[in-house]
C-alpha cells in the first residue's frame, strides 16, 4: 500500500473534534476501545504503534483472547476486557466509579460506532478529557489498517502492509519436508471494502509454496463469493 492509497480516509466519526482530540493526546494516557475479531484487531496494531509514540501510555479494551496475542509487541501499557460490567456501564448514566482510574484526565479513541453519543458520553462523565469514535466498519475504498492511519494523522510506513504482526519464530532459509507447516490464509472479512487484494495473498502462498510448506485457504459465511474466486484463480484443488 502506498502513500497516496491512504491519503484520504471515507470513516464515519464523531464526538471530540480531530485537532482538539490530537492536541490532548500529548503526553497522556490513551483509552482505546475496540471490538470485533482477531483480523479487526491485527489491522489496528499500525495506528497503535504510531499512536504509542504521542501517548505516555495506552490503555486497550478488547476482548482478552486476542489482545493477549500482542501484549509481548510492546504497544499496549494495560489490557481490559471489552465484555465487562464495569465496560457495559460506560453505556449507561452511572458509570462503573473504577473507571475513574483509568480515564481521569486521559484521552479516548473508540472504534465502536457510538452514534447516540452514550459511549463518548460515559467517557467523559469517567474523567476523560475527550473522546473521538470511529465506525470502522464504514471504511470504503481501501485496508482500513490505513484509513485510520490516514483519519487520525498517523504517517504510513512503507512496509506495514506486508509486517508480521503476531510474534513468530524467525523462518528458515527453506521449510523442512518432514515438518512441512501449514500456512492458513483467510483473506476475506465480512466487509470487502477493507481488504487487502486477493492478489496479494495469492503472491504471498507462490513464496511459501516455493519454500516447501503447505496452505490451507478458508472462509467464513459471510465470504460466500471468495471460494469460487479462488478457484477460479487456479490454486492447487487441495490446498481449498
Known amino acids: ?47 497503535l504503534l504510531g499512536l504509542r509514540a504521542r501517548a505516555a501510555r495506552v490503555i486497550l479494551v478488547a476482548r482478552p483472547a486476542y489482545a493477549q496475542l500482542i501484549q509481548p509487541l510492546g504497544l499496549i501499557d494495560r489490557l481490559m476486557p471489552l465484555e465487562s ?32 453519543g452514550q459511549l463518548a458520553a460515559g467517557v467523559r462523565q469517567s474523567g476523560a478529557l475527550a473522546c473521538h469514535w470511529v465506525d470502522a466498519r464504514s471504511a470504503r475504498g481501501g485496508p482500513i489498517s490505513g484509513q485510520l492511519c490516514a483519519h487520525l494523522g498517523v504517517p504510513w510506513t512503507p512496509g506495514w502492509q506486508e509486517c508480521v504482526w503476531l510474534p513468530t519464530p524467525a523462518p528458515s532459509a527453506a521449510v523442512s519436508q518432514e515438518r512441512r507447516p501449514c500456512l492458513i490464509l483467510h483473506p476475506g472479512s465480512g466487509s470487502a471494502s477493507k481488504n487487502t487484494p486477493l492478489s496479494w495473498f495469492i503472491a504471498w502462498a507462490s513464496v511459501w509454496r516455493a519454500l516447501g510448506g503447505s496452505i490451507c485457504w478458508t472462509a467464513g459465511e459471510a465470504e460466500g463469493q471468495l471460494i469460487p474466486r479462488l478457484r477460479a484463480s487456479m490454486l492447487p484443488a487441495d490446498e481449498l
Open 1 to 47: 500500500m502506498s502513500q497516496a492509497s491512504v491519503a484520504e480516509s471515507t470513516l464515519a466519526w464523531g464526538g471530540t473534534p480531530l485537532p482538539v482530540w490530537r492536541e490532548l493526546l500529548a503526553g497522556r494516557t490513551l483509552v482505546v476501545f475496540r471490538g470485533g475479531g482477531l483480523g479487526d484487531l491485527l489491522l489496528t496494531l499500525p495506528l
Open 85 to 116: 460490567a464495569a465496560v457495559s456501564s460506560l453505556w449507561s448514566s452511572t458509570p462503573d466509579p473504577a473507571w475513574r482510574v483509568s480515564l481521569t484526565n486521559a484521552v479516548a479513541l473508540s472504534l465502536l460506532p457510538d452514534p447516540e
